[in-house]
């Protein structure tokens, strides 16, 4: 196993206070590592607590990666010890064809460091940014896999199928090409999603959105679509009305004032609608607990899989329901491609 090590000098700024552009690309450290079998496609993982991340394919046949990682010196403790564990360094480490690119395991610990990285174009990449950090990705042919929890995602001149999931964040994508069997999916939980296609790109479209709006600028001739009607899952298995669409018991058919039976029947009325109104209310609330469950159910699932990984990918998102949702063909349909966000509106627009 491959693996290079590297840790930015100290910068003191008062002593290079008059060489500071100097300085600054004196920090930054440059590292290559190649792949065991550069004839074959690799595999470049990702893992950065908190950084930008920009990444090139290029004709090459190495992996370089340059930071300038900012250097915070250990603090002395209160007991006067130091810890020397910590790390403002970057590991680069290569084996069976999968290179790994590791900064910030211990959290916080490293600071913010930005990176920039040239691949050979036919490398997939996979992306955990855990903490916070834009993400740019140019000229890829290989597969991508982006998650993260707070930041923008912009991927440009792909033609690989590709994964990309953030909490909070905007999604950008322009399509060189489509690729058979290869799906593309985005999904933010807050921010908007743009997807650049190009004019003669054959695919299926599913998008969804709660409090955003859908838009094209596809001709209506060239992208066909239909509006689904989106069901609250987890619905009380005992009816397949809503709660708030049960029906009231109905009124009495004679109330006369002043009656005793009527004036019983009118009380019996009006019990039955609180108790069909209290049926309700517990129904709805049954509703939302499972519902609830299923979210935690898919966090609990995702964390599995993430254990049994090992890979220190972040886990997938809960499945989104609920909302508008837009299906369609693009001349004619092919390749899969969704986009989902809570919080957003979805474009979907013809490359320039």
């Not at 090992?310 to 092919?334: A, Y």
Request: glycine share 8%.
């Amino acid at each position: 196993m491959k693996t290079i090590r590297t840790c930015t000098p100290i910068l003191f700024a008062a002593a290079l206070a008059l060489a500071a552009s100097h300085a600054a690309r004196a920090d930054e450290a440059s590292s290559q590592i190649a792949f065991s079998d550069p004839a074959k496609p690799g595999t470049l993982k990702i893992h950065v607590w908190h950084g930008e991340v920009t990444i090139h394919g290029a004709d090459v046949k190495e992996i370089t990666v340059k930071s300038e990682a900012a250097d915070e010196s250990p603090t002395p403790r209160k007991d006067g010890m130091r810890v020397l564990s910590a790390s403002a360094g970057f590991v680069l480490s290569e084996k069976g064809n999968v290179a790994t690119l590791e900064y910030g395991a211990d959290g916080w610990t490293g600071g913010s460091a930005d990176f920039d990285i040239t691949v050979p174009r036919s490398t997939s990449i996979v992306v955990s940014n855990s903490a916070r950090g834009n993400l740019e990705c140019s000229d890829i042919s290989g597969d991508i896999d982006v998650r993260t929890m707070s930041g923008d995602v912009d991927l440009r001149d792909i033609s690989g199928g590709a994964l990309v999931e953030t909490m909070k964040g905007e999604i950008s994508v322009r399509v060189k090409s489509l690729a058979n069997a290869k799906p593309l999916s985005f999904t933010s939980m807050h921010g908007e999603i743009s997807i650049r296609l190009p004019q003669d790109g054959k695919a299926n479209i599913r998008f969804r959105t709660h409090r955003g709006v859908i838009l094209t600028n596809f001709d209506d001739k060239v992208l066909v679509t239909k509006t689904e009607v989106s069901h609250r899952s987890n619905r009380d298995s005992r009816s397949k009305d809503t709660p708030g669409d049960a029906a009231a018991p109905a009124a009495p058919a004679d109330v006369h004032h002043g009656d005793s039976d009527s004036d019983r029947d009118s009380s019996d009325w009006h019990a039955e609608v609180r108790d069909s109104i209290r049926d309700a209310a517990e129904m709805a609330a049954e509703a939302g607990r499972e519902a609830a469950e299923a979210v935690r159910e898919g966090l609990r699932d995702a964390h599995v899989e993430l254990r049994a990984d090992m890979d220190g990918s972040m886990p997938s998102l809960p499945p989104m329901t609920g909302g508008k949702v837009i299906t369609g063909t693009l001349n004619g349909g092919g390749v899969e491609i969704q986009a989902a966000t809570l919080y957003g509106d979805i474009l979907l627009k013809k490359s320039d």
